[in-house]
């Protein structure tokens, strides 16, 4: 018999979530957290998935039991959001910064980001100032910015169906080396809606 895929999430996988508090130097970052099974062996590059504007770590509490099947995986509340503490301004740079802190405090030499709105515009901030520890990066809903700060790694775009708006243009031209997969059939909620489908995009993605 085969051995399932470690790409691939397995229905009986003990995926196992807390929540936790870690020191930035705005303060504290509360996160939510979720480690697969096998206890640390063998684990994929860890992943952060950094939440919205209109929302918080909460965000991505059904897809957290799915994405972190082989990987650890940290959802922290932005500093200001949530119940972490605040940074001096709400902008991303700021924001990056704390999620740098979070990684060095963890010890991890690599990470993988997944960024939605203005998690995804935290996330190409980190990125592109921080190119030796972030490996790849997932985005959606990533408003148009005029200049996009340069990020070298590979990048892979979640289209969403948002109504009337339509930014393939921009993201194409902004991005012009990401992969783009269409969702059209999920609105804004879709990390509640439809984990299992995003999980497997995201781990084909990201691999090991």
């Given at each position: 018999m085969a051995k399932p895929s470690k790409?691939?999430?397995?229905?009986?996988?003990?995926?196992?979530?807390?929540r936790a508090y870690f020191d930035c130097k705005f303060g504290q970052l509360h996160v939510r957290t979720a480690f697969p099974s096998t206890g640390g062996f063998d684990e994929h590059v860890t992943l952060f998935c950094l939440?919205?504007?209109?929302?918080?770590?909460?965000?991505?509490?059904?897809?957290?039991p799915e994405i972190a099947t082989g990987r650890s995986v940290y959802a922290p509340?932005?500093?200001?959001?949530?119940?972490?503490?605040?940074?001096?301004?709400f902008g991303p740079a700021d924001a990056a910064r704390a999620i740098s802190d979070l990684a060095s405090d963890l010890r991890l030499r690599q990470i993988d980001l997944l960024g939605m709105g203005f998690g995804a515009a935290v996330a190409v901030e980190l990125a592109a100032a921080r190119p030796e520890l972030v490996r790849r990066v997932v985005l959606t809903r990533l408003a148009p910015v005029d200049p996009l700060p340069a990020?070298?790694?590979?990048?892979?775009?979640?289209?969403?169906k948002?109504?009337?708006?339509?930014?393939?243009?921009?993201?194409?031209?902004?991005?012009p080396h990401a992969r783009f997969v269409e969702l059209a059939e999920y609105a804004e909620d879709l990390f509640d809606a439809a984990p299992k489908t995003l999980a497997k995009h995201v781990h084909a993605f990201l691999g090991a």
């Open positions: 790409l691939s999430p397995t229905p009986d996988a003990a995926v196992r979530t807390r939440h919205p504007q209109d929302g918080s770590s909460r965000t991505f509490a059904r897809f957290l509340d932005l500093p200001g959001f949530g119940e972490s503490d605040p940074a001096p301004s990020m070298k790694q590979e990048c892979l775009i979640l289209r969403l948002l109504g009337a708006v339509d930014d393939a243009a921009w993201s194409k031209a902004a991005l």
